[in-house]
């Protein structure tokens, strides 16, 4: 049997199963395939094309120079170049590993090729797709803390034996403090364009010209792995002592503060979640690291990333769907293009956005999917555009965030109730209400912060079902002290602006 590798895009790993399989004398062909129709398909943060197609040339480039056969094509589409890559060199079966996106599996079990293709498993996480699904059928709810605290255990993460290291499993009331004083974080590591980014950026100026959505200027994105290494380190030593505390917080300027910045090559396998946990954890014994901060971020890595991918492939396809309120405003236009709102708080989450194609967590949690929840806006238009516009969006974890804990379009499956907030949050945990236009303590005068508007007309208007979800009653009951008139006016003003947007 003559067999050959195809890489995948998202899969830039040297771990690799199909490399590491086979025997270092008969080195089977390697393709990797540059989609130019890929960049078609939805309309991508330009930022975004550029850190796949430059990271999967310098990962062709690496593997050329460790002495593989590798044809790197860039083309219209998959199949064709697939195709001619099997005839050329008379393949009998094409190796690859099981993409983590069911859409793309699905169109690639629709292509008649000359050969099979033979699926190996994904092992770009630390649990297998089976072990994830045995786990979940397993049990009657699907907690994260109960899905992370059997992670922990099982690979013996930041555990005395039995016990979890300093006696507490959770950290959280140690960490998310709101953003007081000066705070200076570390400005991130940057990685100025070399000559074959530069060839990359230049195609993509071609493939989405001015008008398509993102900055391509100031690209600074990581694309090998040893850059991103050079990332992983960085955060170790200068932003994961102080991760913790300022986890939620959010300050205009300081877009990234202690956060990792991990996600981008994670999810193109550059980096493995098993080394980034190990590197935290050693890092934590050896240089004394508070353990507030240092279990915060692994729970991120080790439960939160492992569990959403995990939920995606159990809820399955039709989770896509999901719209448990029925939500139908279209997405407003400011979401491409940020100069298009005077709401303070979105305006900079956008711009930010535009810039880099990154937010973290909490301002793509609590501004963009909280104002898109009480607004009503449509989860499969929010979803399609987190998808866009984020260097580090791909379906497996796109659904699970946007749909189920952004949104809660799936009714709880998920999460227990929708993160929905009125300014009350975002003037404590942001500095974005000091420089607005609009009035964060009204909810119902002309200049009343449309947060407030909308948070207040979400709870009216799903009020009925909320009521079953036993962690809404408070707020819930926070509406007996508005009066019927009040009311009237608030759900008057969120109706006109939804007609405004043609909702
Ligand atoms: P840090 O704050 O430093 O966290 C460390 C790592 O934990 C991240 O790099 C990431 O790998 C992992 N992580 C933390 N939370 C999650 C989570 N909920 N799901 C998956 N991984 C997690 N993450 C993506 O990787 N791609 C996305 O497209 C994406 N879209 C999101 C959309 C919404 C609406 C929400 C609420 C969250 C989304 N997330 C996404 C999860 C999370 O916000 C990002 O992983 C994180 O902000 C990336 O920045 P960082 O690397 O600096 O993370
Ligand atoms: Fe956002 Fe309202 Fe604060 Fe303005 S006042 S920044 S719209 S929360």
Request: proline residues 6%; charged residues 20%; aromatic residues 12%.
């Amino acid at each position: 049997m003559t067999f050959g590798i195809w890489i995948l895009g998202n899969q830039l790993s040297p771990s690799h199963p199909a490399l590491q399989q086979i025997d270092e004398c008969e080195r089977p062909p390697i393709l990797l395939i540059e989609s130019l129709g890929f960049a078609c398909d939805r309309p991508y943060h330009r930022q975004k094309l550029v850190l796949v197609w430059s990271a999967m040339r310098h990962f062709a480039a690496e593997l050329t120079q460790a002495g593989w056969d590798v044809t790197y094509c860039i083309e219209e589409t998959f199949a064709t170049p697939l195709t001619d890559w099997i005839n050329r060199y008379r393949l009998s079966e094409v190796w690859l590993m099981e993409p983590e996106d069911i859409p793309f599996k699905r169109r690639l079990e629709r292509y008649e090729l000359p050969c099979p293709l033979k699926f190996l498993d994904n092992t770009l996480f630390l649990w297998s797709q089976t072990e994830f699904l045995d786990w979940a059928k397993s049990r009657k709810s699907l907690l994260l803390e109960s899905f992370y605290r059997t992670g922990r255990k099982r690979f013996q993460v930041l555990m005395n034996g039995k016990e979890p290291e300093g006696g507490t499993w959770n950290y959280d009331k140690h960490n998310r403090q709101p953003p007081k004083g000066d705070l200076q974080p570390p400005k991130p590591l940057s990685f100025p364009p070399d000559e074959v980014t530069q060839a990359v950026i230049e195609q993509v100026k071609q493939v989405s010209p001015e008008g398509g959505y993102g900055q391509i200027k100031g690209f600074a994105w990581a694309v090998t792995r040893s850059q991103a290494l050079e990332v992983l380190d960085y955060f170790l030593q200068e932003q994961l002592p102080q991760f913790g505390p300022y986890q939620d917080a959010m300050v205009t300027r300081e877009e990234t503060l202690w956060h990792s910045l991990l996600s981008p090559y994670l999810n193109l396998g550059l980096l493995h979640p098993q080394e980034v946990i190990q590197s935290a954890e050693t890092a934590y014994h050896q240089r004394n690291l508070p353990i507030a901060s240092v279990e915060g971020f692994i729970r991120q890595v080790l439960g939160w990333r492992e569990y959403m991918r995990g939920l995606y492939l159990h809820f399955g396809p039709d989770y896509a769907q999901s719209n448990w309120f029925d939500h139908d405003t279209p997405l407003p236009e400011f979401f491409w293009d940020a100069d298009k709102t005077d709401l303070n708080c979105l305006h900079q989450v956008l711009k930010q956005v535009e810039r880099s194609g990154y937010a973290h967590h909490i301002q793509r949690l609590m501004i963009l999917g909280n104002f898109a929840t009480i607004a009503g806006l449509s989860p499969q238009e929010v979803e399609a555009w987190f998808h866009a516009a984020f260097i580090d969006g791909y379906d497996w974890v796109m659904q699970t965030n946007v749909l189920g804990m952004a949104l809660f379009a799936d009714g709880g499956r998920l999460a227990t109730k929708p993160y929905a907030a009125s300014a009350n949050y975002i003037h404590k945990m942001s500095d974005y209400c000091q420089n607005c236009r609009y009035d964060r303590r009204s909810r119902s005068s002309d200049n009343a912060c449309p947060f407030n508007i909308f948070y207040w007309d979400f709870l009216l208007r799903h009020r009925d079902r909320l009521k079953d979800l036993g962690r809404m009653n408070l707020m819930l009951s926070h509406l007996k002290r508005i009066s019927p008139t009040e009311q009237a006016q608030i759900q008057q003003r969120a109706q006109d602006w939804r007609a405004a947007q043609g909702g």
